[in-house]
Nanobody, 117 residues
């Protein structure tokens, strides 16, 4: 049974920071990489950031410079450091892990809520 667990969300004032964690046993070292997504109320889920097996990272253009993705293989955890948060960053943040020969299987955590006021 695959279980991803996100944590670190909460309420913060504009300009503040949060660090989200996603514990994903067995996924941080596979060949598929891991991703963060977010979904604001009434909106479609959007991609936030990805980190590959070799540690290379990518970000949504609107978030570059404010968000940083990283991972700790020893802890099987991927992080999302979010700085200078704005009200428009308010959303449910979820991590996604993939598996399979072509990374065709998707696994999601339950999400962690971030509210910026």
């Amino acid at each position: 049974h695959v279980q991803l667990v996100e944590s670190g969300g909460g309420s913060v004032q504009a300009g503040g920071s949060l660090r989200l964690s996603c514990t994903a046993p067995g996924f941080t070292s596979n060949s598929c990489g891991m991703d963060w997504y977010r979904q604001a109320a009434g909106k479609q889920r959007e991609w936030v950031s990805s980190i590959s097996t070799d540690g290379s990272t990518s970000y949504a253009d609107s978030l570059k410079g404010r968000f940083t993705i990283s991972k700790d293989k020893a802890k099987d955890t991927v992080y999302l450091q979010m700085n200078t948060l704005q009200p428009e960053d308010t959303a449910m943040y979820s991590c996604r892990a993939r598996a399979g020969s072509w990374c065709e299987y998707n696994y999601w955590g339950q999400g962690t809520q971030v509210t910026v006021s």
